[in-house]
């Protein structure tokens, strides 16, 4: 059961169209696993096509309509999916790796930590996954910005919690702390940065020169 989610003006801002690509596929993800959120965009979305509705009316040029026609013959645009598929990952990050996370090329980082980076189209955003070793866990760091976590597989904890697939986290600049994964199976994690992490403690400050943004 998710028992983390998204703050409700993420959800809002998803439900409009304005929340930055790599963050939206993020906050899609989570919809996938958790119905109550999914509702709740719903309902936002419902609220903005009734205040749409009632706005009066603005004559537009011929070529405005142009594009808006032209664009109704596009593909449809990635949205989210109604459940998590048999592979246990939502359906929109599968299309985005093109298969199994297990496939994918990961770098090592630490002795728990292996990273893959992947292309969300967003030149703004890391957009990644995250996998820490069982038992294992992620050098206690802070972020030099935010940071969006959605869990895949198995589960972490930190100072404020235990997560599990599906719940979502959200960290803020100079929120430090160190996830262990839980013993038993390795835990995956999609997450969404705008600057690189921070390791704040000695054994572990020489790698910080080496952090860069892999955005794109």
Not at 63 to 76: F, M, N
Not at 96 to 106: E, K
Not at 133 to 158: C, K, N, Y
Request: with cysteine; hydrophobic share 35%.
């Amino acid at each position: 059961m998710v028992k983390h989610h998204p703050p409700i003006e993420f959800l809002t801002e998803y439900a409009s169209g304005a929340l930055p690509i790599a963050q939206a596929a993020c906050v899609s993800a989570h919809l996938s696993y958790c119905h109550r959120c999914h509702q709740q965009v719903d309902a936002l979305e419902g609220l903005g096509g009734v205040m749409l509705e009632r706005l009066a009316p603005e004559v537009v040029s011929e070529s405005v309509l142009e594009t808006v026609l032209a664009r109704l013959d596009e593909p449809a645009p990635l949205h989210y999916g109604k459940s998590v598929d048999d592979g246990g990952l939502p359906s929109l990050l599968r299309r985005i790796i093109n298969g199994d996370y297990s496939q994918l090329t990961w770098k090592r980082l630490t002795s728990s930590l292996s990273i893959s980076y992947l292309k969300s189209g967003d030149t703004d955003y890391e957009f990644a996954l995250y996998r820490i070793a069982s038992g294992g866990a992620i050098p206690h760091h802070d972020h030099r910005g935010s940071e969006m976590t959605l869990v895949l597989h198995g589960g972490f904890s930190d100072e404020r919690g235990e997560y599990h697939p599906g719940d979502f986290v959200y960290r803020t600049a100079d929120e430090e702390h160190a996830p262990r994964a839980i013993p038993g199976e390795d835990c995956v994690c999609l997450a969404v940065l705008d600057a690189p992490l921070r390791f704040t403690r000695w054994r572990h400050r020489w790698i910080n020169p080496f952090l860069q943004l892999r955005a794109g």
